[in-house]
């Protein structure tokens, strides 16, 4: 029904008739008040009036108040010059960090870190969250795992393909939808009680593949598939199928938009696709002053547009048309666009400020960066509890002590071994003894360092957990973990001071149980000089002196000499990556698809036996094929034009990447019109109806001409003159 009635306000085009616009704006408001406003849905829900943005360059994570326009929070949670992914739903904040592929989820109740989870660094990961649930998908190796929204582990069964996967989104009704690599649509959604994800349906699109990208609504999806010009929407109730010139290259699509307006844009071409009801718009944004358009958001029933480079973000109506004036923005990087609450905040990584557009259009700035805001370590420990109080006897106590009644002094330390602390609750845990610290790894940006202890006394009182703290002259000053073992690791950040030369670190280890906190040990320890894991010999840790069994005196003259004692352990490898610059890629061949190519490898020693991950990266398109280190062939996706290609691995910790030597391949070479009718020149917009396309042949042609030509000399004398001078609209 929403399609019909734009498709009469499209068709009449009365513009200027007031009395038209007062009717149209009536209509159109009864029919928000009847469908909701579904347009102002997009990347991130936030329903509590606050909105987390990422501060990559500082590896933190800020919460601002877009009403007062102030930073209220300041989460550290990765080393600087992050790739930080924020999405924050139903009550959850999950933080993806591309650099070394680590999710976090958050309590926001109390800002601790209540669960973490190890995957793959870069373009290869994709975390959605849809009705309080967590899904994780792993794109190459085609899985989508449902994980606990506070520990982030497996529940259940994840769903297998059985192929690489192309994108995958899920709609505001809870229904997951997949594409694969070979351009079948599925849609899945999880059955609890089975503990498993259900294939509802699966479709197989003619024209979709690896370069597909879906946007979700609020029920249903848009696929692009835009490296064949294929549009297609599905499960809305109202699908469309239609179509566009063939756009290959990169598709930044809207995170999420409502149905009646979809954008997606091609940064290499210059281009953003909206599909619009029953039409597909192509937008040249280098004629808007905007060569590299960024990823769109819905707002205001219009397309906010982030333009790379350029400091601003353009504003399109749905016919592809100038929406507003463009929106500039703070810093020099590429803008990034949140909806927050009817709200958008636009930001750029390491500006000081941002900019809030309201729901009417009004913008006004907002402070991101705020140093004298205190830095919240989400690894710091817990409050311990208050132990409940004893409950009271059912007969009054003796006054005296007859009958032997030793009871001990409220005061009077408990049992246990020194170090534990009675309660009338019971006794904490002994010292943690035995601290050591060890480097495992180091890299330009960043120090790994393992922590291990012995375990602590548990007093009669299980110990259920450690809290690690190191503290040192670094970005944040403080890094906590806490674990049931008796070592962990911590991730230091070097930022670009002698800290990661020659810095000290204090470490304290305490144990927990449900009483509280035992004293900590410690130990302080310097960061060594060169590349080489150091560590510190664990002090021997001995039990009290018992009586020693009689024994025979020694011969005269015959002294003794104690056993030599155990050295101590080796401390564990450092991950490490192969040599960087290596020939690995030795040819690069045609294969019959022309979108893509084949990589043949040799692999080096170092390389082959990598005990890390290795995945094959075009550069140009960004997109990266996990492989098993020493795999000989692959078949890659490429783009028009040159491809750069390299094989990259990464450190099993996920610490730092290398690149081997890069090879350049050239592809397909793109088509000037297709079979669709090219007008080019100078115009700006070029619509195509979402509809199968019908070949009326040469004749059919020429009367295309003659009737745009008409349609042209009519809409230009109706037409105000801004929208056709200034920026070549029609």
Same mark, same amino acid.
């Given at each position: 029904?929403?399609?019909?009635?734009?498709?009469?306000?499209?068709?009449?085009?009365?513009?200027?008739?007031?009395?038209?616009?007062?009717?149209?704006?009536?209509?159109?408001?009864?029919?928000?008040?009847?469908?909701?406003?579904?347009?102002?849905?997009?990347?991130?829900?936030?329903?509590?009036?606050?909105?987390?943005?990422?501060?990559?360059?500082?590896?933190?994570?800020?919460?601002?108040?877009?009403?007062?326009?102030?930073?209220?929070?300041?989460?550290?949670? =990765?080393?600087?010059?992050?790739?930080?992914?924020?999405?924050?739903?139903?009550?959850?904040?999950?933080?993806?960090?591309?650099?070394?592929?680590?999710?976090?989820?958050?309590?926001?109740?109390?800002?601790?870190?209540? *669960?973490?989870?190890?995957?793959?660094?870069?373009?290869?990961?994709?975390?959605?969250?849809?009705?309080?649930?967590?899904?994780?998908?792993?794109?190459?190796?085609?899985?989508?795992?449902?994980?606990?929204?506070?520990?982030?582990?497996?529940?259940?069964?994840?769903?297998?393909?059985?192929?690489?996967?192309?994108?995958?989104?899920?709609?505001?009704?809870?229904?997951?939808?997949?594409? %694969?690599?070979?351009?079948?649509?599925?849609?899945?959604?999880?059955?609890?009680? =089975?503990?498993?994800?259900?294939?509802? !349906?699966?479709?197989?699109?003619?024209?979709?593949?690896?370069?597909?990208?879906?946007?979700?609504?609020?029920?249903?999806?848009?696929?692009?598939?835009?490296? %064949?010009?294929?549009?297609?929407?599905?499960?809305?109730?109202?699908?469309?199928?239609?179509?566009?010139?063939?756009?290959?290259?990169?598709?930044?699509?809207?995170?999420?938009?409502?149905?009646?307006?979809?954008?997606?844009?091609?940064?290499?071409?210059?281009?953003?696709?909206?599909?619009?009801?029953?039409?597909?718009?192509?937008?040249?944004?280098?004629?808007?002053?905007?060569?590299?358009?960024?990823?769109?958001?819905?707002?205001?029933?219009?397309?906010?547009? +982030?333009?790379?480079?350029?400091?601003?973000?353009?504003?399109? %109506?749905?016919?592809?048309?100038?929406?507003?004036?463009?929106?500039?923005?703070?810093?020099?990087?590429?803008?990034?666009?949140?909806?927050?609450?009817?709200?958008?905040?636009?930001?750029?990584?390491?500006?000081?400020?941002?900019?809030?557009?309201?729901?009417?259009?009004?913008?006004?700035?907002?402070?991101?960066?705020?140093?004298?805001?205190?830095?919240?370590?989400?690894?710091?420990?817990?409050?311990?509890?208050?132990?409940?109080?004893?409950?009271?006897?059912?007969?009054?106590?003796?006054?005296?002590?007859?009958?032997?009644?030793?009871?001990?002094?409220?005061?009077?330390?408990?049992?246990?071994?020194?170090?534990?602390?009675?309660?009338?609750?019971?006794?904490?845990?002994?010292?943690?003894?035995?601290?050591?610290?060890?480097?495992?790894?180091?890299?330009?940006?960043?120090?790994?360092?393992?922590?291990?202890?012995?375990?602590?006394?548990?007093?009669?009182?299980?110990?259920?957990?450690?809290?690690?703290?190191?503290?040192?002259?670094? *970005?944040?000053?403080?890094?906590?973990?806490?674990?049931?073992?008796?070592?962990?690791?911590?991730?230091?950040?070097?930022?670009?001071?002698?800290?990661?030369?020659?810095?000290?670190?204090?470490?304290?280890?305490?144990?927990?149980?449900?009483?509280? !906190?035992?004293?900590?040990?410690?130990?302080?320890?310097?960061?060594?000089?060169?590349?080489?894991?150091?560590?510190?010999?664990?002090?021997?840790?001995?039990?009290?002196?018992?009586?020693?069994?009689?024994?025979?005196?020694?011969?005269?003259?015959?002294?003794?000499?104690? +056993?030599?004692?155990?050295?101590?352990?080796?401390?564990?490898?450092?991950?490490?990556?192969?040599?960087?610059?290596?020939?690995?890629?030795?040819?690069?061949?045609?294969?019959?698809?022309?979108?893509?190519?084949?990589?043949?490898?040799?692999?080096?020693?170092?390389?082959?036996?990598?005990?890390?991950?290795?995945?094959?990266?075009?550069?140009?398109?960004?997109?990266?094929?996990?492989?098993?280190?020493?795999?000989?062939?692959?078949?890659? %996706?490429?783009?028009?034009?040159?491809?750069?290609?390299?094989?990259? =691995?990464?450190?099993?910790?996920?610490?730092?990447?290398?690149?081997?030597?890069?090879?350049?391949?050239?592809?397909?070479?793109?088509?000037?019109?297709?079979?669709?009718?090219?007008?080019?020149?100078?115009?700006?917009?070029?619509?195509?109806?979402?509809?199968?396309?019908?070949?009326?042949?040469?004749?059919?042609?020429?009367?295309?001409?003659?009737?745009?030509?008409?349609?042209?000399?009519?809409?230009?004398?109706?037409?105000?003159?801004?929208?056709?001078?200034?920026?070549?609209?029609?």
């Amino acid at each position: 029904m929403w399609q019909r009635i734009v498709g009469v306000f499209r068709r009449r085009r009365v513009r200027d008739s007031a009395s038209f616009g007062a009717a149209s704006l009536g209509v159109l408001l009864l029919v928000g008040a009847a469908l909701g406003t579904g347009v102002a849905r997009t990347a991130v829900d936030v329903s509590d009036g606050l909105t987390w943005l990422p501060d990559n360059p500082r590896g933190e994570v800020v919460q601002v108040n877009p009403a007062s326009g102030r930073p209220e929070v300041r989460l550290r949670v =990765a080393g600087g010059d992050a790739q930080l992914d924020v999405t924050q739903k139903d009550g959850l904040l999950v933080i993806l960090n591309r650099r070394n592929g680590q999710i976090t989820v958050m309590d926001l109740a109390t800002l601790l870190a209540s *669960g973490r989870r190890q995957a793959q660094p870069g373009p290869a990961t994709t975390v959605l969250v849809s009705h309080g649930r967590i899904y994780v998908v792993d794109r190459p190796g085609g899985t989508i795992a449902d994980a606990d929204p506070v520990t982030l582990a497996d529940l259940g069964a994840p769903w297998r393909a059985g192929k690489p996967l192309a994108d995958v989104v899920a709609d505001d009704a809870g229904v997951v939808w997949a594409a %694969d690599y070979d351009g079948r649509l599925h849609s899945l959604d999880w059955v609890g009680e =089975a503990g498993k994800f259900r294939e509802k !349906a699966s479709e197989l699109v003619q024209g979709a593949g690896p370069g597909t990208v879906l946007v979700p609504h609020a029920k249903g999806v848009t696929l692009f598939g835009l490296d %064949d010009g294929v549009v297609r929407q599905v499960g809305t109730g109202s699908d469309v199928s239609g179509s566009t010139p063939k756009l290959p290259g990169e598709v930044l699509a809207a995170r999420s938009s409502p149905d009646a307006l979809v954008p997606a844009a091609v940064p290499g071409r210059h281009t953003v696709v909206i599909v619009a009801g029953e039409r597909v718009v192509r937008v040249d944004t280098a004629a808007l002053g905007c060569p590299e358009p960024g990823r769109p958001v819905v707002f205001r029933d219009e397309v906010y547009v +982030p333009c790379r480079g350029q400091g601003k973000v353009v504003v399109l %109506d749905k016919a592809g048309r100038r929406g507003g004036s463009d929106v500039r923005t703070p810093g020099s990087g590429d803008p990034e666009i949140v909806l927050d609450d009817g709200r958008l905040v636009i930001s750029a990584p390491g500006a000081e400020r941002g900019v809030i557009v309201d729901a009417d259009g009004a913008t006004h700035s907002v402070t991101i960066r705020s140093p004298s805001l205190p830095v919240v370590n989400p690894d710091r420990p817990p409050l311990p509890e208050v132990p409940s109080p004893p409950r009271p006897t059912p007969r009054p106590e003796r006054p005296d002590n007859r009958g032997g009644d030793q009871r001990r002094s409220p005061d009077s330390p408990g049992p246990g071994i020194p170090g534990g602390t009675s309660t009338p609750g019971g006794t904490v845990p002994g010292t943690p003894p035995g601290v050591t610290v060890a480097l495992a790894s180091r890299s330009a940006s960043e120090i790994v360092v393992t922590v291990s202890w012995g375990a602590a006394d548990d007093n009669g009182e299980k110990v259920t957990g450690y809290t690690v703290e190191a503290t040192g002259d670094f *970005g944040g000053g403080t890094r906590t973990a806490q674990t049931t073992s008796t070592s962990t690791r911590l991730t230091i950040p070097c930022d670009g001071g002698t800290f990661c030369v020659n810095g000290r670190l204090d470490v304290t280890v305490t144990a927990l149980n449900r009483v509280g !906190a035992s004293a900590a040990g410690t130990r302080s320890w310097t960061v060594p000089a060169g590349n080489q894991p150091t560590s510190e010999p664990p002090p021997p840790v001995t039990d009290p002196p018992a009586d020693p069994p009689p024994q025979d005196p020694p011969p005269a003259n015959n002294p003794t000499t104690d +056993p030599p004692a155990d050295p101590p352990a080796d401390p564990p490898p450092a991950a490490t990556v192969p040599t960087a610059g290596a020939t690995v890629i030795t040819s690069i061949t045609a294969t019959g698809n022309g979108y893509t190519r084949r990589v043949t490898m040799t692999w080096p020693g170092d390389w082959a036996g990598h005990d890390g991950t290795c995945q094959v990266v075009n550069t140009t398109l960004g997109y990266g094929a996990a492989i098993t280190c020493g795999t000989t062939t692959l078949d890659i %996706d490429v783009d028009t034009g040159p491809n750069r290609v390299v094989v990259r =691995a990464t450190a099993r910790d996920g610490s730092r990447s290398v690149d081997s030597a890069a090879r350049s391949v050239q592809g397909p070479r793109e088509p000037m019109c297709g079979k669709y009718l090219c007008l080019g020149s100078g115009r700006i917009v070029e619509l195509t109806p979402a509809a199968r396309s019908t070949d009326f042949g040469q004749a059919g042609t020429g009367a295309g001409f003659l009737v745009i030509a008409v349609l042209v000399q009519v809409l230009g004398r109706r037409g105000r003159p801004e929208e056709s001078t200034e920026d070549g609209v029609r």
